[in-house]
């Protein structure tokens, strides 16, 4: 009997079970009819190609076009250079800055990131740095190209093939649940995963840091190249590459330096290297400029981080955002007179900051969509009580203050390229823009 009774529990038991799978499949196949609809979205799609394939092409310098997808700029004798991201180099002839000229387009495939010394533009082809002779700016050549500096972010080492980016298209069709909650939004529009973060990064500018060194231009906070002496140094998300241009035609990478994870910016100030990250501040002695050592890390709250340094100072700025996966938009100011133990010495409330740059004791800070603004910084523990002027109107992601005694401010953003004349008397003045087509 009292089998029979265990039988009859066993038997009572099985049949629940499946009773409650068969409910949980059915209502599983509602559930996925209730998700499945029909969006409207941006989808990614990878592009390939061979090595070989990136390397049949050779930079050219065509008529001057309109400004469409505006990545980094670089200001060099006189001229300004903004990239077209991904396709090339817009050259501006600024030797007058209330009414620049577009005077010619260097299309080169794949360039993100720029910087010149002596005449010789560094920019990368993809995975490949080239170097191309502007000292007739309007009419470049090709002096030499080095394989393979760049990692690709993914490559195909039996077909040889490389993915160089991606196309992004807007498409109507029916999703399930697992596609559709994979989904981001990205301005108010539905994209893919990878659509996102491809945005994010145009959202970004990817501009060369200006620097030290006679021969040099000068370019923004926001960087991932910048020229050292010799050297230039390049950083993505995990390392930072050494690469020596002794031989500028030939230029070699002589040292890979792992940093971790999410970097983002460097910044070079006398013989020290300033490398943001979306969670800190590192500092690197570059007085042995093949093998930059850290001397320390500042730790900040997790967002995207350009840094900009002045004397005793470094002043971080730290936002929110698409891919900065960080909840607080401030800048910090940062004692770095013992650079082996930078100090915090405040944090200041900010709407959405960019880049900066600072001339004399004037601080100019891109805001994003909330334009510009800028600061006295006479006094740094106080810049906050020290707000002189804001320009609003205008979308801003970097700024350059160029040399001479004129206290001009070029500034690059979604909606162009715009130049300000800035005095505490009078503010920001725009003098001259070129608006994205």
């Known amino acids: 009997m009292q089998n029979q009774l265990l039988f009859h529990h066993s038997r009572s038991g099985l049949l629940s079970l499946i009773l409650l799978l068969s409910l949980a499949l059915g209502l599983s196949s509602c559930l996925k009819d209730q998700c499945e609809r029909e969006v409207t979205y941006i989808r990614s799609t990878p592009i390939f190609m061979t090595k070989e394939e990136i390397r049949l092409g050779t930079p050219t310098t065509e008529a001057a076009r309109e400004i469409e997808n505006p990545g ?10 903004i990239a077209e991201r991904g396709k090339g180099i817009h050259i501006i002839d600024n030797r007058n800055p209330e009414a620049p000229q577009a005077k010619a387009f260097l299309a080169i495939p794949g360039a993100d990131n720029m910087a010149v010394k002596d005449d010789i533009l560094y920019v990368n082809n993809y995975i490949d740095l080239l170097a191309i002779d502007i000292s007739d700016i309007e009419h470049t050549r ?37 596609t559709f909650n994979g989904f981001r939004n990205f301005g108010g529009v539905m994209v893919d995963a990878v659509a996102f973060d491809v945005l994010s990064n145009s959202a970004e500018s990817n501009v060369a840091a200006g620097s030290a060194g006679v021969g040099t231009g000068i370019g923004g906070s926001m960087a991932r190249f910048t020229i050292g002496g010799d050297y230039l140094y390049s950083v993505n998300e995990w390392q930072l590459d050494v690469i020596s241009l002794l031989q500028p035609t030939e230029p070699a990478k002589v040292n890979t330096i792992n940093l971790g994870w999410g970097i983002e910016t460097i910044f ?75 100090v915090l010495i405040e944090s200041f409330p900010m709407d959405n900051p960019h880049g900066l740059t600072i001339r004399d004791n004037h601080l100019v800070l891109c805001e994003g969509v909330h334009g510009l603004k800028a600061f006295d910084i006479t006094e740094p523990e106080i810049l906050d ?41 009078t503010g920001f003045q725009l003098i001259s823009q070129i608006e994205t087509k």
Not at 149 to 175: A, I, K, M, R
Not at 386 to 404: M, N, R, V
Not at 410 to 424: C, L, P, S, T
Request: proline content about 5%.
């Open 268 to 342: 070079p100030y006398e013989d020290k290297l300033f490398i943001g990250s979306n969670s800190g501040m590192f500092i690197f002695d570059n007085s042995n400029p093949e093998a930059p050592e850290q001397l320390s890390a500042f730790a900040h709250a997790r967002a995207c981080d350009p840094v900009f340094v002045k004397g005793d100072y470094a002043y971080v700025t730290l936002r929110d955002g698409n891919r900065c996966d960080g909840f607080v938009n401030q800048m910090d100011l940062v004692d770095i007179s013992d650079l082996s133990n930078p």
């Open 385 to 425: 009580d020290k707000l002189l002027d804001i320009y609003q109107g205008i979308h801003t992601f970097d700024a350059i203050s160029l040399p001479g005694t004129d206290p001009i401010t070029i500034v690059i953003g979604e909606d162009g390229f715009y130049q300000f004349r800035f005095a505490e008397d």
């Open 72 to 81: 980094q700029f670089y200001y060099y004798q006189q001229h300004i250079l």
């Open 142 to 178: 090709l002096i030499g190209r080095t394989l393979d500096v760049f990692q690709p972010e993914w490559e195909d080492v039996n077909s040889g093939q490389v993915l160089v980016e991606y196309q992004l298209e807007e498409v109507t069709e029916v999703v399930d649940c697992q």
